[in-house]
């Protein structure tokens, strides 16, 4: 004699419907170096690089930034020319260096012509003058490493 089966579900019934909790799930597009002595700009780049997905990695100095991708990958930097102790423009060619593929993006708020030059000419991609203007860092953040020589 056989007993009736009866199908048991393995797992309680779901709703199929999407949630929205409120959590945003995102590839990590690219770790970026951002090197801002001013920490209120350092804490706004970091908000819009986030927001963009990607890993900010804060810095307040070149010293500082050289530490810390002594170990790690960076993709792209975001770098103030004007920095106490080491400048800027030094530290652009030393990741420029160590990064070669990488995205290097000068910026300061003395934005002339001179400035902007000596950024490409030590590996920078662009130069962006402050303020930033958001349109133009997420372009360059999604763009290319270019060589200029």
């Known amino acids: 004699m056989s007993l009736p089966t009866e199908e048991i579900p393995l797992s309680p019934a779901r709703d199929e419907r999407p949630r ?7 590839t990590v597009r690219g770790s ?20 963009w997905g990607y890993d900010a990695m804060p810095v307040g100095s070149a010293e500082e930034a050289e530490f810390a991708v002594r170990n790690k990958r960076m993709d792209a930097a975001i770098v103030d020319v004007f920095l106490p102790g080491r400048s800027g423009t030094t530290l652009m060619s030393k990741l420029r260096e160590k990064f070669p ?40 953040l999604k763009s290319k490493h270019q060589s200029w020589h």
């Open 101 to 140: 593929q990488a995205v290097l993006i000068g910026v300061s708020a003395m934005s002339d012509a001179a400035t902007a030059r000596k950024c490409k000419g030590l590996g920078a991609d662009l130069f962006i003058g402050k303020p930033l203007d958001p349109e133009k860092l997420a372009k360059a």
């Open 20 to 26: 929205d909790d409120g959590l945003r799930k995102e």
């Open 32 to 51: 970026v170096l951002v090197v801002e002595d001013d920490a209120a700009h350092r804490e706004l780049l970091v908000e819009l690089v986030s927001g």
